[in-house]
């Protein structure tokens, strides 16, 4: 039987830490579904397919990984899917509480499914999708942040929609 795990986030924009943990968990288990969760209560700054589309790229070259949208509750996702674990990565004892509360929540409503968590690399341990908003907002540069794919697609989009230059390019004006 396949081992087949799902890793959802809203990865707005996914970042190298988010990376990190998809290629640990590509490494464990046979399959790995990262999953781009839609949040109505949420205002997000790329929408659910730009994130989605950002994620395939940079996966691009791992087998075993595949990206989808996640519409509903996870557990269901996860059963559906036939997955016996959810993987989430883990930064500071601040992810912690809340991650913790989510995986008993998860387990009460399908027992079968097990969440795991993989712990950030000290090199990954700062990064969030929103510090590199907030870095990229500012008109910094957002490289070894984010996949350098990723890197490049926004900026090629910045590019087209505002005919900057390429050295002027700012992720604020997108
Ligand atoms: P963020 O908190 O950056 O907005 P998401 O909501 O997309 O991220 O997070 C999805 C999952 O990835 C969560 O389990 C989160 O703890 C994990 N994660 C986010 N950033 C990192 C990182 N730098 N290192 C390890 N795990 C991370």
Known sequence: MQKICVYPGSFDPITMGHLEIIKNAANIFDKVIVLVAINPGKTHFFNINERADFIRKSVAEIENVEVDILDGLLVNYAKKVGAMAIVKGLRAVSDFE???????????????????????????????????????????????????????????????RNNLEEEKWAFMKY
């Open 98 to 160: 809340y991650e913790f509360q989510m995986a008993l929540v998860n387990k009460k409503l399908n027992n079968e499914t097990q969440t795991i968590f993989i712990p950030a690399s000290q090199e990954n341990l700062y990064l969030s999708s929103s510090i590199v908003r907030q870095i990229g907002t500012m008109g910094e540069q957002i490289k070894g942040l984010v996949p350098d794919v990723v890197h490049d697609i926004i900026k090629e989009k910045l590019i087209k």
